[in-house]
């Protein structure tokens, strides 16, 4: 059973900063792209970041900017680190391997909470 594991969620003030890691086995981590989505409290998972093999990234509009995604093969992890922290940040923050519209496996998400 293939296992993301996520890490670094936690309560921030506004305008702060946070890490995520997620790390994974090797072989899902070489094959995919790497993702974070989240999901803020009564709404649906959103795309967030993603960061591709040969390491190009994607970012969604509201983080772009503020957000940045990378990845380390040496260890399996993926990144996303959050600076300039809005309340609207405040979601469950999921690692996903594989393309958008196309996840092969999600991690089971870490809470982050924005305060204002």
């Known amino acids: 059973q293939v296992t993301l594991v996520e890490s670094g969620g936690g309560l921030v003030q506004a305008g702060g900063s946070l890490r995520l890691s997620c790390v994974t086995e090797?072989?899902?981590?070489?094959?995919?792209?790497m993702a974070w989505y989240r999901q803020p409290p009564g709404k649906q998972r959103e795309f967030v970041a993603e960061?591709?093999?040969?390491?190009?990234?994607d970012y969604a509009g509201n983080v772009r900017g503020r957000f940045k995604i990378s990845r380390d093969d040496a260890t399996n992890t993926v990144y996303l680190d959050m600076n300039g922290l809005k309340f609207e940040d405040t979601a469950v923050y999921y690692c996903?391997?594989?393309?958008?519209?196309?996840?092969?496996?999600w991690g089971q998400g870490t809470q982050v909470t924005v305060s204002e």
């Open positions: 090797r072989s899902v981590f070489s094959v995919n792209t």
């Open positions: 960061v591709r093999r040969a390491y190009g990234t």
């Open positions: 996903a391997a594989g393309e958008r519209g196309s996840v092969w496996y």
